[in-house]
């Protein structure tokens, strides 16, 4: 059964990945808890409050968060880009996992004008990255 992040797990997963990736706040958690789409009117916005936030900047951080999620059984949601009017909505005591700060071009190949890149890159980057 899932579970609902306490401040012990949360201090574990600072321990773990850093404090600067890791929030509880309630301002963060409540700018996370809700996509744009109109349709999330229709409910409590507490029902998609994160028990935290948590922006990962490795692939290791995320293979940490997981297992420490998984070890508690805490649900997770992604979050990606966060710039369109509809996004995930948070899990109520969940983890919220931004992956914004992994938004690295990786491979780019002119002769097929395909990116290769991670999750959290957004349009604007991968133009500043073809305007270089």
Not at 49 to 72: F, K, N
Not at 87 to 109: H, T
């Amino acid at each position: 059964m899932l579970q609902a992040i306490t401040n012990k797990i949360t201090k574990e997963l600072k321990l773990a990945i850093g404090e600067n990736k890791v929030s509880d706040s309630k301002y963060t958690r409540i700018a996370y808890r809700l996509s744009h789409s109109t349709e999330t009117l229709l409910f409590d916005p507490d029902d998609f409050t994160p028990g935290c936030v948590v922006w990962p900047e490795r692939v290791e951080d995320i293979q940490t968060i997981l297992t420490i999620a998984s070890e508690h059984e805490v649900p997770i949601v992604p979050v990606a880009g966060r710039t369109c009017s509809s996004d995930s909505e948070g899990i109520k005591g969940g983890i919220a996992l931004d992956l914004s700060r992994m938004n690295q071009v990786i491979e780019f190949s002119e002769g097929t004008q395909r990116f290769t890149a991670e999750s959290g890159i957004c349009v604007s980057e991968c133009v500043a990255y073809l305007q270089k």
